[in-house]
């Protein structure tokens, strides 16, 4: 436990601790809050090809939600050939479900370095894991923008991060299938209409309870987000307008 403990230390919070006071102290003003979001975008910036991946993977699912949908009502009853349809759909496809979650493990651990930074307030004791090149700084203010404590629990902050977070899935939901009259809703899409209502509230809850930095960190992550598939789909289009321009 100790040897990954060691390795969590070294590889992880060591370089987000270094590369979070770094940015506070290059910035204007000092703001922890704004190394935050520059730390974020930093983060999301290297991970772009995955998010970007996970965008397309989104989009793709959503077109061929006909046929998941008719999948499942092929074979309701009978689970593994329900599988092994959707499996070669997925191939028909190329298209991976899981590489949407991608961005999502890749920012679990930047959390828990966060959550650990700023649960106990930032001491004078960590700077002992500054690097060389990185001043420790003289004054420690944990606000954002004067007004927000990145180390106590922020309201606005979370319910913001819930609002944003339900955007996101109206904008990279698939669209509702028309129904006849009369005919009720499949397990799917009643699965998907709640996830888009109670993630966010969820979301809520745990920003509520941790410390201010991990809502901050939410909010920036999940713009970024909502730019990233906005701009990743008017690019697309781009492309199959001056495809079909050609043609």
């Not at 009720?184 to 309870?209: E, L, N, R």
């Not at 990233?228 to 307008?241: A, G, L, M, N, R």
Request: no cysteine; hydrophobic share 45%.
């Amino acid at each position: 436990m100790d040897f990954f403990l060691g390795l969590y230390h070294l590889f992880l919070y060591q370089p987000i601790f270094n590369a979070l006071v770094f940015l506070s102290q290059i910035i204007p003003g000092k703001d922890f809050g704004v190394a935050v979001i520059l730390l974020t975008l930093g983060v999301r910036g290297i991970s772009y090809p995955l998010g970007a991946q996970g965008v397309r993977a989104q989009k793709k699912l959503a077109e061929i939600q006909p046929k998941i949908r008719e999948i499942q009502e092929k074979y309701k009853n009978k689970r593994e050939e329900q599988t092994k349809a959707m499996l070669e759909l997925y191939k028909a496809a190329k298209v991976n479900p899981f590489a949407m979650f991608l961005p999502m493990l890749i920012q679990f651990p930047i959390f828990i370095v966060l959550y650990q930074i700023f649960s106990h307030g930032i001491q004078p004791e960590q700077f002992s894991l500054l690097y060389p090149f990185v001043h420790a700084p003289q004054v420690i203010d944990p606000t954002f923008i004067n007004f927000v404590n990145l180390n106590e629990r922020s309201l606005p902050l979370a319910i913001l991060s819930g609002v944003l977070q339900f955007v996101q899935f109206r904008q990279s939901g698939p669209a509702k299938p028309k129904r006849k009259k009369g005919e009720k809703p499949d397990m799917a899409s009643m699965m998907q209409t709640q996830m888009m209502y109670i993630f966010p509230v969820v979301i809520v809850w745990i920003a509520s309870s941790l410390p201010a930095a991990f809502a901050l960190y939410w909010v920036s992550s999940t713009v970024f987000s909502l730019w990233q598939h906005w701009f990743i789909s008017k690019k697309e289009k781009h492309v199959e307008q001056r495809a079909v321009t050609n043609n």
